[in-house]
């Protein structure tokens, strides 16, 4: 069983920061990548920013320049900056591994709400 935990959501007004932390944990031979996906309502799921083990990163247009994806082993964490209202939704973590049969699995978090508002 793998475990991924998010955290650091909140309310933010416009133009504020916030960072976002995930967490994986369990059996976990090694990571291939990290990727942060967030769902507004009434909105389809969406790649905000992944990274791969090799450190290579890939952003969402409407992020660009202003959220910053990084990583260590297990973490894996998302610098929002210049936030505006249309980046409220909830963040969900994604991580991509190898478990103990060499099998590349998925596991998800369970997401952290990010609001931004005035």
């Known amino acids: 069983q793998v475990q991924v935990v998010e955290s650091g959501g909140g309310l933010v007004q416009p133009g504020g920061s916030l960072r976002l932390s995930c967490q994986a944990s369990g059996n976990i031979v090694s990571i291939v990548s990290m990727g942060w996906y967030r769902q507004a309502p009434g909105e389809q799921l969406e790649l905000v920013a992944d990274?791969?083990?090799?450190?290579s990163t890939h952003y969402a247009e409407s992020v660009k320049g202003r959220f910053t994806i990084s990583r260590d082993k297990y973490t894996v964490w998302l610098q929002m900056k210049s936030l505006k209202p249309e980046d409220t939704a909830v963040y969900l973590c994604n991580i991509h591994y190898l478990n103990p049969s060499l099998r590349a699995v998925d596991s998800w978090g369970k997401g952290t709400l990010v609001t931004v508002s005035s």
């Open positions: 990274i791969s083990d090799g450190g």
